[in-house]
């Protein structure tokens, strides 16, 4: 193969596409510039404070997939509890973020301590009420003459 | 988690022995069956002189084994009372059964003539309940007996 009639590598083929591509546009530009593209102010104005490209090359930037997943996984309730968190008081967050892991542990065994207290309260309420309602009861049978055991005690006699 | 077993453990041994007394408590007080049931009485000297024996039989059935205490009263017809000694047991002096039983009361000499009153009023206890709290009751024995018209004797 003689070496005008080589084939194209990729990217001088794709060199030439963007080329067929960009024709129509540049002859648009030249019937038409935008001032966007006139570098001649370029001495007037002071470094970094203009770019060629603004506002055109920006495009949307699409998110990584895990984050597209987490903000698809939102609830309401979770928005929720993250805007709480967000609101939570600058003293409060400074109080959390100040104490170191034995602390915290000990925070874990005091708030573990309060709710099974508060269980132990309830069940004993309960305990108790049914103890208080039952006696009650019994008592109520005895006083209008009816022994609440009498088939227990009846065995032994 | 030790912890946490320790807490169970001590609650439910607080919540048992919260039933257990509540449970014994309504064993006791439901236990209201009379021990001691009066099958007859009858006074044996229906006129009787102040200052003389008053004699009263009366037929009795214990059928449970419980303390007894019973108040016993005299009455005349001229508002006069007189304390008799109280009757206490802890147990049925003869066991449980139908027994007889016949006692001498001694009428005082103070009382006037006419219609006259044996009052007993007892109360049972079979458990530490009915002992400290609530006794087993119920309605007083009457006995009505006549007392003679010897004013020579009840007022010398």
Request: contains cysteine; aromatic residues 10%.
């Amino acid at each position: 193969m003689a070496p005008d009639q080589r084939r194209y590598t990729a990217d001088e083929w794709r060199e030439i596409q963007t080329q067929y591509r960009e024709q129509p546009r540049r002859g648009i530009r030249t019937m038409y510039p935008d001032p966007e593209d006139d570098r001649s102010v370029d001495a007037f104005v002071p470094e970094g404070a203009y770019s060629p490209g603004r506002g055109r090359g920006a495009q949307h930037q699409p998110h990584p997939h895990h984050v597209e997943v987490w903000i698809a996984t939102l609830s309401a309730e979770d928005i929720a509890k993250l805007e709480a968190l967000l609101a939570l008081r600058p003293d409060t967050i400074k109080w959390v973020a100040e104490k170191n892991s034995r602390e915290l542990e000990k925070l874990d065994g005091a708030v573990d301590f309060i709710t099974s207290s508060r269980t132990a309260a309830k069940v004993l309420m309960y305990v108790s009420g049914v103890a208080v309602a039952f006696v009650g009861g019994v008592v109520a049978l005895a006083k209008s003459g009816f022994d609440a055991f009498a088939l227990l005690r009846g065995i032994g006699k | 988690m030790m912890l946490r077993v320790l807490g169970l453990t001590c609650l439910g041994l607080i919540s048992a022995a919260i039933l257990s007394t509540a449970g014994l408590l309504a064993w006791f007080a439901a236990d209201r069956a009379i021990p001691v049931e009066v099958l007859s009485s009858e006074v044996l000297t229906p006129r009787v002189r102040p200052g003389d024996k008053l004699v009263i039989r009366q037929r009795v059935r214990y059928s449970r084994i419980c303390s007894a205490h019973v108040d016993r009263v005299l009455y005349d017809s001229h508002t006069r009372r007189e304390f008799l000694r109280d009757v206490d047991y802890e147990y049925p002096p003869l066991g449980l059964g139908t027994r007889t039983i016949t006692f001498e009361e001694d009428v005082p000499a103070n009382f006037g003539p006419g219609p006259a009153e044996y009052r007993a009023l007892p109360s049972y206890s079979c458990n530490p309940l009915q002992k400290y709290y609530w006794p087993i009751t119920r309605p007083e024995t009457v006995l009505r007996f006549e007392i003679a018209d010897d004013t020579r004797e009840a007022f010398p």
